[in-house]
Protein backbone atom coordinates (compact mmCIF):
# COMPACT_ATOMS: atom_id res chain seq x y z
CA UNK A 1 0.00 0.00 0.00
CA UNK A 2 3.03 2.45 0.75
CA UNK A 3 4.26 1.84 -2.90
CA UNK A 4 1.03 2.57 -4.27
CA UNK A 5 0.65 5.43 -2.41
CA UNK A 6 4.11 6.87 -3.47
CA UNK A 7 3.42 5.94 -7.02
CA UNK A 8 0.29 7.89 -6.95
CA UNK A 9 1.79 11.02 -5.21
CA UNK A 10 4.37 10.60 -7.80
CA UNK A 11 2.45 11.09 -11.04
CA UNK A 12 0.31 13.46 -9.52
CA UNK A 13 3.32 15.69 -9.43
CA UNK A 14 4.81 14.33 -12.58
CA UNK A 15 1.54 15.56 -14.45
CA UNK A 16 1.00 19.02 -12.81
CA UNK A 17 4.39 20.24 -13.79
CA UNK A 18 4.66 21.68 -17.33
CA UNK A 19 8.53 21.74 -18.62
CA UNK A 20 9.18 24.40 -21.05
CA UNK A 21 12.98 24.08 -21.61
CA UNK A 22 15.53 21.48 -20.52
CA UNK A 23 16.10 21.74 -16.33
CA UNK A 24 19.98 23.26 -16.35
CA UNK A 25 21.15 21.38 -13.36
CA UNK A 26 24.01 23.10 -11.68
CA UNK A 27 26.97 20.72 -10.48
CA UNK A 28 30.60 22.14 -9.31
CA UNK A 29 33.44 22.41 -11.43
CA UNK A 30 35.78 20.65 -9.88
CA UNK A 31 35.77 16.64 -8.77
CA UNK A 32 34.54 15.17 -6.00
CA UNK A 33 34.62 11.77 -5.86
CA UNK A 34 32.75 9.07 -6.02
CA UNK A 35 29.31 11.81 -6.17
CA UNK A 36 30.77 14.17 -9.42
CA UNK A 37 33.71 13.27 -11.36
CA UNK A 38 34.62 15.46 -14.48
CA UNK A 39 36.22 13.63 -17.69
CA UNK A 40 38.48 15.77 -20.59
CA UNK A 41 35.98 15.67 -22.62
CA UNK A 42 33.49 17.29 -21.00
CA UNK A 43 31.06 14.08 -19.74
CA UNK A 44 30.50 13.24 -16.62
CA UNK A 45 30.45 10.64 -13.84
CA UNK A 46 29.64 9.47 -10.47
CA UNK A 47 26.97 8.52 -7.81
CA UNK A 48 25.17 12.08 -8.19
CA UNK A 49 25.26 11.95 -11.67
CA UNK A 50 23.59 8.37 -12.27
CA UNK A 51 21.08 9.59 -9.15
CA UNK A 52 20.35 12.29 -11.54
CA UNK A 53 19.89 10.46 -14.30
CA UNK A 54 17.55 8.33 -12.26
CA UNK A 55 15.35 11.36 -11.33
CA UNK A 56 15.24 13.11 -14.00
CA UNK A 57 13.95 9.76 -15.94
CA UNK A 58 11.60 9.25 -13.44
CA UNK A 59 10.25 12.52 -13.86
CA UNK A 60 10.25 12.81 -17.70
CA UNK A 61 12.39 16.01 -17.44
CA UNK A 62 14.91 16.90 -20.09
CA UNK A 63 17.71 17.88 -17.63
CA UNK A 64 21.59 19.30 -18.85
CA UNK A 65 24.15 19.59 -16.44
CA UNK A 66 25.72 23.11 -16.49
CA UNK A 67 28.82 22.81 -14.75
CA UNK A 68 29.29 25.84 -12.29
CA UNK A 69 31.62 26.95 -9.50
CA UNK A 70 31.06 26.28 -6.38
CA UNK A 71 31.56 29.80 -5.21
CA UNK A 72 29.29 31.17 -6.96
CA UNK A 73 26.64 28.36 -7.53
CA UNK A 74 23.70 30.21 -5.41
CA UNK A 75 23.93 33.21 -7.11
CA UNK A 76 23.52 31.28 -10.50
CA UNK A 77 20.34 29.83 -8.96
CA UNK A 78 18.82 32.75 -8.06
CA UNK A 79 19.80 34.35 -11.21
CA UNK A 80 18.30 31.90 -13.29
CA UNK A 81 21.48 30.91 -14.87
CA UNK A 82 21.19 27.47 -13.69
CA UNK A 83 17.45 25.99 -12.68
CA UNK A 84 18.36 23.07 -9.41
CA UNK A 85 21.95 22.91 -7.41
CA UNK A 86 22.58 19.09 -7.47
CA UNK A 87 26.54 19.03 -5.69
CA UNK A 88 26.40 17.60 -2.61
CA UNK A 89 24.73 20.51 -1.12
CA UNK A 90 24.25 20.00 2.72
CA UNK A 91 20.39 21.52 3.89
CA UNK A 92 21.16 23.91 6.52
CA UNK A 93 19.25 26.87 7.93
CA UNK A 94 21.05 29.44 6.46
CA UNK A 95 20.96 28.36 3.04
CA UNK A 96 17.49 28.07 3.23
CA UNK A 97 16.44 31.69 4.05
CA UNK A 98 17.96 32.29 0.78
CA UNK A 99 17.25 29.05 -1.20
CA UNK A 100 14.54 25.64 -1.18
CA UNK A 101 15.83 22.37 -0.63
CA UNK A 102 14.06 19.21 -2.13
CA UNK A 103 14.45 16.50 0.93
CA UNK A 104 17.25 14.82 1.50
CA UNK A 105 18.68 12.25 -0.82
CA UNK A 106 21.60 11.48 1.10
CA UNK A 107 23.14 11.61 4.51
CA UNK A 108 26.91 11.18 5.17
CA UNK A 109 29.02 12.46 8.35
CA UNK A 110 31.95 15.38 8.37
CA UNK A 111 35.56 13.98 9.37
CA UNK A 112 38.99 15.27 9.93
CA UNK A 113 41.90 13.92 7.66
CA UNK A 114 45.59 14.89 8.32
CA UNK A 115 49.07 13.97 7.38
CA UNK A 116 50.03 11.30 9.49
CA UNK A 117 50.91 11.71 12.94
CA UNK A 118 49.83 15.10 13.28
CA UNK A 119 46.48 15.43 14.68
CA UNK A 120 45.69 13.25 17.17
CA UNK A 121 41.73 13.77 17.94
CA UNK A 122 39.20 15.81 15.47
CA UNK A 123 38.47 18.54 17.67
CA UNK A 124 39.89 21.89 18.92
CA UNK A 125 42.23 20.28 21.15
CA UNK A 126 43.71 17.98 18.48
CA UNK A 127 43.78 20.77 15.89
CA UNK A 128 45.40 23.78 17.86
CA UNK A 129 48.24 24.93 16.04
CA UNK A 130 47.48 23.26 12.49
CA UNK A 131 46.80 24.41 9.17
CA UNK A 132 43.35 22.97 8.12
CA UNK A 133 42.35 23.19 4.43
CA UNK A 134 38.28 23.42 3.74
CA UNK A 135 36.38 23.84 0.15
CA UNK A 136 35.16 27.50 0.64
CA UNK A 137 31.41 28.39 1.01
CA UNK A 138 30.85 24.87 2.18
CA UNK A 139 29.75 23.50 5.40
CA UNK A 140 32.97 22.06 6.81
CA UNK A 141 34.46 25.89 6.00
CA UNK A 142 31.83 26.91 8.34
CA UNK A 143 32.58 24.24 10.77
CA UNK A 144 35.87 24.57 11.01
CA UNK A 145 35.88 28.92 11.48
CA UNK A 146 33.48 27.85 14.14
CA UNK A 147 34.78 25.13 16.36
CA UNK A 148 38.91 25.50 15.15
CA UNK A 149 39.93 28.74 14.16
CA UNK A 150 39.08 30.58 17.64
CA UNK A 151 41.32 27.98 19.31
CA UNK A 152 44.38 28.28 18.09
CA UNK A 153 44.14 26.43 13.99
CA UNK A 154 44.19 28.84 11.07
CA UNK A 155 41.93 27.88 8.14
CA UNK A 156 42.83 27.95 4.58
CA UNK A 157 39.71 28.31 2.00
CA UNK A 158 40.12 26.86 -1.29
CA UNK A 159 37.81 26.81 -4.72
CA UNK A 160 37.73 23.04 -4.92
CA UNK A 161 37.99 20.42 -2.81
CA UNK A 162 41.11 18.98 -5.43
CA UNK A 163 42.94 21.75 -4.61
CA UNK A 164 42.79 20.96 -0.66
CA UNK A 165 43.50 17.44 -1.39
CA UNK A 166 46.62 18.83 -3.17
CA UNK A 167 48.29 20.53 -0.26
CA UNK A 168 47.26 18.39 1.94
CA UNK A 169 49.45 15.31 0.10
CA UNK A 170 51.81 17.72 -0.59
CA UNK A 171 52.31 19.15 3.45
CA UNK A 172 51.51 22.12 2.55
CA UNK A 173 48.87 22.17 4.98
CA UNK A 174 48.43 20.06 7.97
CA UNK A 175 44.80 18.73 7.88
CA UNK A 176 41.88 18.99 6.02
CA UNK A 177 37.75 19.01 7.39
CA UNK A 178 35.76 17.12 4.52
CA UNK A 179 32.71 14.82 4.04
CA UNK A 180 33.73 11.34 4.77
CA UNK A 181 33.01 9.49 1.59
CA UNK A 182 35.46 12.20 -0.89
CA UNK A 183 37.74 11.95 1.75
CA UNK A 184 37.45 8.42 2.27
CA UNK A 185 38.21 8.48 -1.73
CA UNK A 186 40.89 10.52 -1.37
CA UNK A 187 43.08 8.20 0.84
CA UNK A 188 42.31 5.46 -1.62
CA UNK A 189 44.90 7.31 -4.02
CA UNK A 190 48.20 6.61 -4.17
CA UNK A 191 48.78 10.31 -2.55
CA UNK A 192 46.50 9.97 -0.08
CA UNK A 193 47.49 6.74 1.27
CA UNK A 194 50.87 7.45 1.20
CA UNK A 195 50.63 11.12 3.13
CA UNK A 196 47.51 10.79 5.31
CA UNK A 197 44.77 9.04 7.75
CA UNK A 198 41.53 9.68 8.54
CA UNK A 199 41.69 10.82 11.93
CA UNK A 200 37.74 10.58 12.65
CA UNK A 201 34.41 12.40 12.72
CA UNK A 202 33.56 15.55 14.19
CA UNK A 203 31.27 16.25 16.61
CA UNK A 204 27.83 16.93 15.28
CA UNK A 205 26.66 20.34 14.58
CA UNK A 206 23.22 20.25 12.67
CA UNK A 207 22.84 23.95 13.00
CA UNK A 208 25.96 23.81 10.53
CA UNK A 209 26.53 20.42 8.78
CA UNK A 210 22.60 20.54 8.25
CA UNK A 211 20.50 17.83 7.59
CA UNK A 212 21.33 15.91 4.58
CA UNK A 213 21.82 16.82 0.96
CA UNK A 214 19.21 17.91 -1.10
CA UNK A 215 18.78 19.54 -4.34
CA UNK A 216 18.74 23.16 -4.53
CA UNK A 217 15.96 25.40 -5.86
CA UNK A 218 14.73 28.94 -6.42
CA UNK A 219 12.29 29.57 -3.47
CA UNK A 220 8.42 28.79 -4.59
CA UNK A 221 9.41 26.60 -7.39
CA UNK A 222 7.25 24.18 -8.45
CA UNK A 223 9.99 21.62 -9.34
CA UNK A 224 10.69 20.99 -5.92
CA UNK A 225 7.65 18.85 -5.58
CA UNK A 226 8.54 17.08 -8.65
CA UNK A 227 11.91 16.20 -7.52
CA UNK A 228 10.74 15.13 -3.91
CA UNK A 229 8.30 12.69 -6.23
CA UNK A 230 10.95 11.14 -7.73
CA UNK A 231 13.21 10.60 -4.96
CA UNK A 232 10.53 8.85 -3.26
CA UNK A 233 9.31 6.61 -6.12
CA UNK A 234 13.02 5.71 -6.82
CA UNK A 235 13.41 4.89 -3.29
CA UNK A 236 10.37 2.72 -3.42
CA UNK A 237 11.07 0.77 -6.90
CA UNK A 238 14.78 -0.37 -5.44
CA UNK A 239 15.90 2.14 -8.23
CA UNK A 240 17.90 4.25 -5.65
CA UNK A 241 19.58 0.87 -4.10
CA UNK A 242 20.52 -0.18 -7.15
CA UNK A 243 22.75 2.63 -8.05
CA UNK A 244 24.11 3.03 -4.55
CA UNK A 245 25.36 -0.65 -4.86
CA UNK A 246 28.28 -0.21 -6.86
CA UNK A 247 29.77 2.33 -4.72
CA UNK A 248 28.52 2.06 -0.94
CA UNK A 249 28.89 -1.11 1.18
CA UNK A 250 26.26 0.77 3.50
CA UNK A 251 23.24 3.06 3.60
CA UNK A 252 23.88 6.38 2.22
CA UNK A 253 20.68 7.81 2.60
CA UNK A 254 21.39 7.75 6.01
CA UNK A 255 18.58 7.44 9.38
Partial sequence: ????????????????FAQAEPVKIGVDTGAYPPF????????????????????????????????????GIIPALTGGQIDVIMSSMSITAERSKV??????????????????????????????GKVIGVQVSTTQEAYAMKYF????AEVKSYQTADEVN???????IDAMV???????????????????EQVGQVADDAEIL??????????????????NAAIAAIRANGTYDAISKPYFDFNIYGE
Fill in 166 to 172: QDLAAGR
Fill in 149 to 152: APEG
Fill in 1 to 16: MKKLALAAAAALAFTT
Fill in 178 to 196: IDALPGGEFLKTEEGAACC
Fill in 99 to 128: IDFSDKYYNTPTVVIAGKGLVPTPDAAGLK
Fill in 36 to 71: TIPAADGSWSGWEIDFMKAICAEAKLDCVITPTAWD
Fill in 210 to 227: GNGVGFGLRKGDPLKEVL
